[in-house]
């Protein structure tokens, strides 16, 4: 009855740009599943609440996947290949937390390699509000690559480990046969960004379901979880160097505000000591003029005397002459 009710759903969620992938009934019943893939997907203590739910969320939209208790800190990486073959795994997504804050995978091909170690960042869940799509539990997912993973060999080899680890087998006893939801790998700013989008059209317009976050590659690893080192990504910094670095700009960014202030300082101090002697004091002051340091013996030489001057002088002289007569 089951089968039946599966049947029943709409026919764009078993076509992909017009062309038809759904499998018969029949084919379903009968199909062997050959690609025996099993991804273990756990972590070490002391993570937090936001990667306990990004692990969940990654057993829930990989129905091949299987879970195991947290690994103590202490244990050596190499233990994990001997958890993979207990729990009869070939893959692996380990999570590793350091100091409460920083959150490093491992996605392994056990127990042969090889092995890439990832720094994550930005990570958002399904439980976050502004990712609105929804999903079938257990369909198969569509892999969307970057064209960038093709013309680079560790690019190349990442995607054959995202290849096998993250698409769900064929005739998988949990999985549905049809596909209704894409896993996108773009690389950019040097880092490998997934998305999971719904499809929910038959014209294929997408809705975007999450999780999502980001990968920052560390290193590439021969074996699994070690061995000799395939490649080493020279663009990376450490999360512990980049909070150094944030610390010395403040650090600088203060400094530079105390310069600022005592510069202040030294400009005020100088103002008042100019202050105290008045430049403006002595522009009233006029010298008096120099006297000649020779003396004169001869006569200075007579003014010109003007004809007016001239007729008023001897009309003085006629009326003095003129009162002493009267006298």
Same mark, same amino acid.
């Given at each position: 009855? =089951?089968?039946?009710?599966?049947?029943?759903?709409?026919?764009?969620?078993?076509?992909? =740009?017009?062309?038809?992938?759904?499998?018969?009934?029949?084919?379903?019943?009968?199909?062997?599943?050959?690609?025996?893939?099993?991804?273990?997907?756990?972590?070490?203590?002391?993570?937090?609440?936001?990667?306990?739910?990004?692990?969940?969320?990654?057993?829930?939209?990989?129905?091949? =996947?299987?879970?195991?208790?947290?690994?103590?800190?202490?244990?050596?990486?190499?233990?994990?290949?001997?958890?993979?073959?207990?729990?009869?795994?070939?893959?692996?997504?380990?999570?590793?937390?350091?100091?409460?804050?920083?959150?490093?995978?491992?996605?392994?091909?056990?127990?042969?390699?090889?092995?890439?170690?990832?720094?994550?960042?930005?990570?958002?869940?399904?439980?976050?509000?502004?990712?609105?799509?929804?999903?079938?539990?257990?369909?198969?997912?569509?892999?969307?690559?970057?064209?960038?993973?093709?013309?680079?060999?560790?690019?190349?080899?990442?995607? !054959?480990?995202?290849?096998?680890?993250?698409?769900?087998?064929?005739?998988?006893?949990?999985?549905?046969?049809?596909?209704?939801?894409?896993?996108?790998?773009?690389? =950019?700013?040097?880092?490998?960004?997934?998305?999971?989008?719904?499809?929910?059209?038959?014209?294929?317009?997408?809705?975007?379901?999450?999780?999502?976050?980001?990968?920052?590659?560390?290193?590439?690893?021969?074996?699994?979880?070690?061995?000799?080192?395939?490649?080493?990504?020279?663009?990376?910094?450490?999360?512990?160097?980049?909070?150094?670095?944030?610390?010395?700009?403040?650090?600088?960014?203060?400094?530079?505000?105390?310069?600022?202030?005592?510069?202040?300082?030294?400009?005020?101090?100088?103002?008042?000591?100019?202050?105290?002697?008045?430049?403006?004091?002595?522009?009233?002051?006029?010298?008096?003029?120099?006297?000649?340091?020779?003396?004169?013996? !001869?006569?200075? !030489?007579?003014?010109?005397?003007?004809?007016?001057?001239?007729?008023?002088?001897?009309?003085?002289?006629?009326?003095?002459?003129?009162?002493?007569?009267?006298?």
């Amino acid at each position: 009855m =089951a089968r039946d009710v599966l049947w029943r759903r709409p026919a764009y969620l078993n076509t992909v =740009a017009g062309k038809d992938i759904s499998l018969p009934p029949s084919r379903i019943l009968h199909g062997k599943w050959t690609n025996k893939e099993r991804v273990l997907i756990f972590s070490s203590r002391g993570i937090n609440f936001r990667t306990r739910h990004l692990m969940q969320d990654l057993r829930t939209m990989m129905p091949h =996947a299987k879970a195991d208790t947290k690994m103590d800190r202490k244990d050596k990486l190499f233990v994990i290949n001997e958890v993979c073959e207990i729990k009869n795994c070939n893959k692996c997504l380990y999570f590793e937390a350091k100091k409460k804050q920083d959150l490093y995978m491992w996605i392994s091909n056990s127990p042969h390699g090889p092995s890439a170690k990832f720094l994550v960042q930005n990570i958002h869940t399904l439980a976050e509000l502004k990712l609105t799509g929804n999903c079938l539990k257990g369909s198969r997912p569509l892999l969307s690559f970057d064209p960038k993973f093709d013309k680079e060999p560790h690019y190349a080899l990442l995607k !054959e480990l995202f290849i096998q680890t993250f698409s769900t087998p064929r005739y998988h006893p949990k999985s549905q046969p049809f596909v209704d939801h894409v896993f996108t790998f773009t690389i =950019a700013d040097n880092r490998i960004w997934f998305r999971n989008y719904q499809i929910i059209e038959e014209d294929g317009s997408l809705v975007e379901i999450g999780p999502r976050f980001v990968l920052n590659l560390m290193k590439i690893f021969q074996g699994s979880f070690g061995g000799p080192t395939l490649y080493e990504n020279p663009d990376f910094r450490s999360p512990n160097m980049h909070r150094r670095e944030m610390r010395l700009a403040a650090a600088a960014k203060v400094r530079e505000k105390q310069m600022v202030k005592e510069m202040q300082k030294g400009k005020k101090t100088s103002a008042k000591e100019d202050l105290e002697s008045d430049v403006t004091a002595d522009v009233f002051l006029t010298p008096a003029e120099e006297k000649p340091a020779d003396i004169q013996t !001869e006569a200075p !030489e007579p003014k010109v005397v003007k004809k007016k001057q001239k007729a008023y002088v001897k009309r003085r002289a006629l009326i003095c002459k003129y009162k002493e007569n009267c006298i």
